[in-house]
C-alpha cells in the first residue's frame, strides 16, 4: 500500500459511535475513488464518549464488515488536527493526490482548523451531503476564500447521527458487526439486558 496509491480519498471520523452512515459513506467513497482511508480521531470541536481506543475498534470492525481491498483502516496517521494527519499521509503516501472528506453538516468548521489554508494547500475538500444539513453558500464563499478547492460529492448520507445514537441508543442504526461489540463493552446505552 505504501506509495502505491495516487489518488486517495481521507475520512477521519470520530466514530462515537459507527453508524450506517458511515458505513454508506465509506461505500459510496469506494464508488468514486480508487483507494480509501480511514481512521478514528480525537475532534478538538467534539466531547467523546468512548475511548480513541475503543472507536478504533469499532471503526476498524466496520471496516473488516464491508471488505474492500481499496478500503484501508490506517491509525498511524489519526491525529486532532488535519494538517498532522496530511503531513503523516504525504509521508506514507508521497506522490498521492488526497481528497479530504467531510460531511455537510462540518464546513462550517473547517475555517477555525489548525493551519487551515496549509490543509487547504495539501487536499481538496470532498463534501457529503448528509441529510438534514444542506451547504450554505456563505460557508462554501468563506471556503473558497480561504483557497480551497471543492469536490462535491455525488452521495446521499442519511441524517442518522452518532450523538443522536448516544442519546437515544437505537440498534437498527449501528452496524450488525459492530453492535456485539457495543454490547459486549455496554457502550453507549447498549447492553445485554
Same mark, same amino acid.
Given at each position: 500500500?505504501?506509495?502505491?496509491?495516487?489518488? !486517495?480519498?481521507?475520512?477521519?471520523?470520530?466514530?462515537?459511535?459507527?453508524?450506517?452512515?458511515?458505513? *454508506?459513506?465509506?461505500?459510496?467513497?469506494?464508488?468514486?475513488?480508487?483507494?480509501?482511508?480511514?481512521?478514528?480521531?480525537?475532534?478538538?470541536?467534539?466531547?467523546? !464518549?468512548?475511548?480513541?481506543? #475503543?472507536?478504533?475498534?469499532? *471503526?476498524?470492525?466496520?471496516?473488516?464488515?464491508?471488505?474492500?481491498?481499496?478500503?484501508?483502516?490506517?491509525?498511524?496517521?489519526?491525529?486532532?488536527?488535519?494538517?498532522?494527519?496530511?503531513?503523516?499521509?504525504?509521508?506514507?503516501?508521497?506522490?498521492?493526490?488526497?481528497?479530504?472528506?467531510?460531511?455537510?453538516?462540518?464546513? #462550517?468548521?473547517?475555517?477555525?482548523?489548525?493551519?487551515?489554508?496549509?490543509?487547504?494547500?495539501?487536499?481538496?475538500?470532498? !463534501?457529503?451531503?448528509? #441529510?438534514?444539513?444542506? *451547504?450554505?453558500?456563505?460557508?462554501?464563499?468563506?471556503?473558497?476564500?480561504?483557497?480551497?478547492?471543492?469536490?462535491?460529492?455525488?452521495?446521499?448520507?442519511?441524517?442518522?447521527?452518532?450523538?443522536? *445514537?448516544?442519546?437515544?441508543?437505537?440498534? #437498527?442504526?449501528?452496524?450488525?458487526?459492530?453492535?456485539?461489540?457495543?454490547?459486549?463493552?455496554?457502550?453507549?446505552?447498549?447492553?445485554?439486558?
Amino acid at each position: 500500500m505504501k506509495g502505491s496509491m495516487k489518488k !486517495i480519498a481521507l475520512l477521519g471520523t470520530s466514530a462515537d459511535p459507527p453508524t450506517f452512515g458511515h458505513q *454508506l459513506l465509506l461505500e459510496g467513497l469506494l464508488t468514486l475513488f480508487p483507494n480509501v482511508v480511514t481512521w478514528a480521531s480525537n475532534n478538538p470541536m467534539k466531547k467523546h !464518549i468512548a475511548s480513541l481506543n #475503543q472507536r478504533e475498534d469499532l *471503526l476498524q470492525a466496520l471496516v473488516q464488515t464491508i471488505g474492500d481491498s481499496n478500503l484501508s483502516f490506517v491509525k498511524e496517521i489519526s491525529s486532532p488536527w488535519a494538517i498532522t494527519t496530511l503531513e503523516k499521509a504525504a509521508k506514507l503516501w508521497p506522490s498521492a493526490d488526497f481528497t479530504f472528506v467531510v460531511g455537510s453538516d462540518l464546513t #462550517q468548521q473547517i475555517p477555525q482548523w489548525v493551519n487551515v489554508r496549509e490543509v487547504l494547500k495539501s487536499a481538496r475538500i470532498g !463534501i457529503a451531503p448528509r #441529510q438534514g444539513w444542506p *451547504l450554505k453558500k456563505s460557508e462554501l464563499n468563506t471556503l473558497k476564500s480561504l483557497g480551497a478547492q471543492i469536490e462535491f460529492l455525488p452521495l446521499t448520507i442519511p441524517a442518522t447521527a452518532s450523538s443522536s *445514537l448516544r442519546k437515544d441508543p437505537e440498534p #437498527q442504526n449501528i452496524p450488525p458487526s459492530i453492535l456485539p461489540i457495543l454490547i459486549k463493552q455496554s457502550l453507549y446505552g447498549f447492553n445485554s439486558n
